[in-house]
């Protein structure tokens, strides 16, 4: 618009707009707004039928008496014309309850709570864990295999895994458990992040966690790259050339996934001295 004004001295409004590429209508319409009176910039005209003041604080004083306080506006408005009275319709109610800002659910609405994002930082080896479990396609339609893995982010090295039949609390207690023993962890050295999953959140592992003085943190919930580490070391997995559409049985899986985590492991090594914890 400001180029149309430029060229307009020069060479006249339409070959300006012209040269600009828009309609000369919307030149003159912004000119127009501009160059209008206060007194022309009319509000929109109230309807005959609007209420008076007088007449919404009427139905506003209906509406708080001790009678409708407690009810909808639809229930006033039956109510009143069951004993002959009408004040208005019920959407013009809602309207005169919405200026006032008495317009709410009334049922009891769920509090979401503000929750800080994750900081994931390791200056060391087992420092900060990141685990998860990915299904693994089986040899019929709807069965899986469930890999348990634990990731130390500060190499991104596979400190633990397993190949289950199923996805459980007890499992993920024991696999924690054989692991961070194997790793040799002191109470107050390790933090171990997670997404919000049944076996993550479940009471086994977080008694577990407490009695060991292990700290857990979790992901926000609905937030998928709060665990980046985990959902990068799976994508690594599943999209190697090797990686079958299916496995044929447990053993199977198990042996693909030894296969994998002995070529993936000592390239994450950096000062991990420990080896996988294996299929457990």
Known sequence: MEAVE??????????????????????????????????????????????????????????????????????????LLDGGQYLCSTRTMYRILDAQQEVKERRDQLCHPQYQKPQLLATAPNEVWSWDITKLLGPAKWSYFYLYVILDIFSRYVVGWMVASREAAVLAQKFIQATMEKQNIQPGQLTIHADRGSSMKSKPVAFLLADLGVTKTHSRPHISDDNPYSEAQFKTLKYRPDFPDRFGSLEDARAFCQRFFTWYGPRHLQGQGKGIAGCL
């Open 6 to 79: 430029v060229l307009t001295p020069e060479v006249g409004t339409r070959p300006a707009c012209a040269a600009i590429g828009i309609s000369p209508a919307t030149v003159y319409r912004h000119r127009a707004k501009r160059n209008a009176q206060p007194s022309e910039l009319q509000r929109r005209p109230s309807p005959p039928r609007t209420l008076s003041s007088q007449e919404r604080q009427e139905v506003l004083d209906v509406l708080h008496s001790e009678r409708f306080v407690d009810q909808a506006p639809q229930e006033v408005f039956a109510a």
